[in-house]
């Protein structure tokens, strides 16, 4: 019986830390367009920049909003 149900708390661990991992921002910059936005995922192509400082993440999107508007080239025209 305790087997059985230490078993189950371990299957339910399993797919519940996964699911509970924390999303990252970042905010790119399209080249072309010189357009800023916030990402969840790090871009991998050629096609968007990281422009946060030092490639910063955040760790909310509320916090990456605030972080853009300190981004001198995400406002440059």
């Given at each position: 019986m305790k087997a059985s149900?230490?078993?189950a708390g371990l299957i339910v661990?399993?797919?519940v830390v996964p699911a509970a991992a924390q999303t990252t921002y970042y905010i790119v910059q399209n080249p072309s367009t010189?357009?800023?936005e916030i990402v969840d995922q790090r871009p991998v192509g050629h096609t968007e920049t990281v422009v946060?400082?030092?490639g910063m993440m955040y760790k909310t999107h509320?916090?990456?909003e605030s972080a853009m508007k300190t981004v001198k080239i995400c406002?440059?025209?």
């Open positions: 149900t230490l078993l661990v399993g797919y010189r357009h800023c946060s400082p030092d509320v916090e990456a406002h440059d025209e």
